[in-house]
């Protein structure tokens, strides 16, 4: 009981930490686009003479004062409404959810490359430190942290798009709709467009956990519980996994935690190089034909994105280790 | 002077226990010196539009079929000889990333020995505000940053300030680890002997601070330095990549890489290949470096 009550309290301190963290995103949203976006240039074009000017502004609550319009905009924001895209002529949060499905699948099989590879990597080079496949290991994380995300996409594109012909260098392929989410994981297309993009965002992230999970499974393999376990004859395997693995999760979730933003940058990254129709990439083409609306919102969508993911890796935290909690209550 | 010496006597046998981080300096140094006298050893100006020739523009590296002698590494869609233009663009990725890292080691140095001297409520501020910025991606911040402005001003001012820009984006963000390691530094500095010999004698706190602490300290920072410099030279090159840095009239790496990309698909790959190449050996060395020098000046903070 007292620890479901602590959780609870736990989560609702979060919560009310990702909602201020959220306001602060819609505040800077407003700014941005009131000091960068004139809509009226949008709608009326340049000319049109200054008396029309100043009526339609006043239709729209333009001129109000600042404070009126923040409050409007975060009325609207919270109904959904976050304005129109100079480009689609669309409700701008339409057209961002609609690129959300794309990245989305994208981070997911990047993310799922870097635990199947770094676990059984990281644990290896834990366990057998002096061995040749360890010492290769760790030598080729530091030629990994080395290459920048999009180079390896255009090393990967030279050699097997271009050079070889086996894989297709760019867009999603052919996709499948359900309902709102269009998917590209259920046609043979739509797989083979997510191979190339998926290796290169893992390529980054890669070296970085398999370092992670190598020392923090070290920490826990040095220390008491463990020489315990192994001296009531525990098998080796079992050790390591069970005792040593479920402890080494929390610092590895903390200090993943710390990457989600650098993530959401090289997904950008990545989508740039296979013109992967994704958030990032509807980013950078709202910044170079300049719509305001459109990266305004792109802003508050990658902050939601950001303030969730944490507060799930905190959440996660707690579960695997309920002390967390009431450290948070001292 | 004497931890200047000591530095020394720690960098030779650092040198001689790590061939591979010697490598590392010899190449860094070699290209280093290239890209500083890229004026006077290119072959052309890649900035001077005048100084080439869009007739010779795709021309291959001269190891391939169809290559011109003039052209050493081939040329871009522009007429540009590409081993100028690497030297030149090998020039600007490394300023701003010196630049953008002395930034960093301004800020970051004095918060870090501030934190670890003073202590207290001071310390448990600044350690706060290094956490949340680094829960902040710097990249993703210095995309933001430098998107908005385009948005708001248009791409031609983005590329006449390109350099200052990048410099200020990519050094602001990335000051924690500076702190860091100045903070834990100070710390384990400040409870030694001599400081307390030069507080009982009543130095005052700056003094202290400039004459027994930095000195002291410099190693590992030395080592915060090296891999920083790989990250902003990284950071620069993405965000000219997105076509957020330097323009294609005055190409760094990333700009390089990004304006030849589309060639790949026509078979042209050498015009993003090997700037791409350049930036991976720079990195590489510096990363190789930073790792023998945290090995050989700092054992304390090798990873087991």
Request: aromatic share 6%; proline share 5%; charged share 15%.
């Amino acid at each position: 009981m007292q620890a479901l009550a602590t959780g609870l309290a736990f989560f609702a301190k979060r919560a009310a930490q990702a909602i201020l963290v959220m306001l602060a995103i819609a505040v800077i949203a407003f700014a941005v686009k009131g000091a960068l976006g004139d809509p009226l240039r949008e709608i009326m074009g340049e000319a049109v003479p200054e008396a029309e000017r100043a009526a339609l502004r006043h239709e729209l609550g333009l001129d109000a004062p600042w404070p009126a319009q923040l409050a409007r905009y975060l009325g609207n924001a919270a109904k959904g409404d976050l304005g129109q895209s100079y480009i689609y002529k669309r409700s701008t949060l339409e057209v961002v959810l609609a690129k959300f499905p794309a990245s989305f699948e994208l981070v997911l099989a990047a993310s799922l490359i870097v635990l199947l590879v770094s676990l059984p990597a990281g644990i290896y080079c834990a366990v057998r430190p002096r061995s040749l496949g360890a010492r290769l290991t760790l030598g080729l994380s530091v030629l990994g942290i080395s290459v920048p995300v999009f180079l390896t996409g255009i090393f990967l594109i030279s050699i097997f798009s271009v050079w070889l012909g086996l894989l297709p260098a760019f867009g999603r392929g052919e996709t499948v709709e359900l309902g709102f989410w269009e998917t590209g994981l259920l046609t043979l297309d739509g797989l083979e467009h997510l191979v190339l993009p998926a290796i290169t965002l893992s390529s980054i992230m890669l070296p970085l956990f398999i370092r992670l999970v190598r020392s923090a499974m070290l920490d826990q393999l040095g220390s008491d519980y463990v020489r315990t376990a192994r001296a009531k004859g525990a098998s080796s395997l079992r050790v390591w996994l069970n005792h040593a693995l479920r402890n080494a999760l929390l610092p590895i979730i903390a200090l993943g935690a710390l990457q989600i933003g650098n993530m959401l940058a090289f997904t950008l990254l990545t989508e740039t190089v296979f013109q992967w129709p994704g958030m990032g990439f509807l980013f950078l083409e709202a910044v170079t034909r300049a719509d305001i609306p459109l990266i305004t919102t792109y802003l508050v969508a990658v902050g939601l994105l950001f303030v969730v993911t944490n507060t799930l890796a905190d959440v996660a935290s707690l579960w695997l280790d309920p002390r967390i909690g009431l450290e948070g209550q001292r | 002077m004497s931890a200047r010496v000591s530095a020394l006597v720690a960098a030779r046998a650092t040198a001689l226990n790590h061939p591979l981080g010697l490598l590392a300096a010899i190449v860094l140094g070699a290209i280093a010196l290239a890209a500083l006298a890229a004026p006077l050893i290119a072959p052309q100006n890649p900035f001077d539009l005048a100084s080439f020739d869009v007739l010779d523009a795709e021309m291959p590296p001269l190891w391939l079929a169809g290559s011109d002698p003039r052209f050493l590494l081939g040329t871009d869609s522009q007429g540009r000889d590409l081993l100028s233009a690497i030297l030149y663009g090998t020039r600007i990725s490394l300023t701003v990333g010196i630049l953008a890292v002395a930034i960093q080691a301004a800020i970051g140095i004095p918060l870090g020995l501030i934190a670890g001297y003073t202590g207290g409520r001071v310390d448990s501020l600044i350690a706060r505000l290094a956490d949340v910025q680094l829960s902040l991606s710097s990249l993703m911040l210095a995309i933001i940053a430098l998107a908005l402005v385009r948005a708001g001003l248009g791409g031609e001012t983005l590329g006449r300030f390109a350099v200052p820009l990048l410099v200020l984006v990519i050094g602001l963000a990335e000051w924690p680890y500076f702190a860091r390691t100045a903070r834990a530094a100070t710390q384990a500095e400040a409870a030694k002997d001599h400081v307390r010999a030069g507080r009982a004698l009543g130095a005052s706190d700056a003094g202290i601070i400039w004459r027994h602490i930095l000195p002291n300290i410099l190693s590992p920072l030395i080592v915060v330095a090296t891999t920083q410099i790989a990250g902003a030279v990284m950071a620069e090159a993405a965000l000219s990549f997105l076509g957020l840095g330097l323009p294609v009239t005055q190409p760094s790496l990333g700009t390089l890489i990004r304006s030849g990309y589309d060639l790949i698909f026509a078979g042209i790959w050498w015009v993003t290949v090997l700037p791409g190449l350049a930036l991976v050996v720079v990195l590489v060395s510096v990363n190789l470096l930073g790792d023998a020098l945290r090995d050989g000046l700092d054992p304390r903070l090798t990873p087991r």
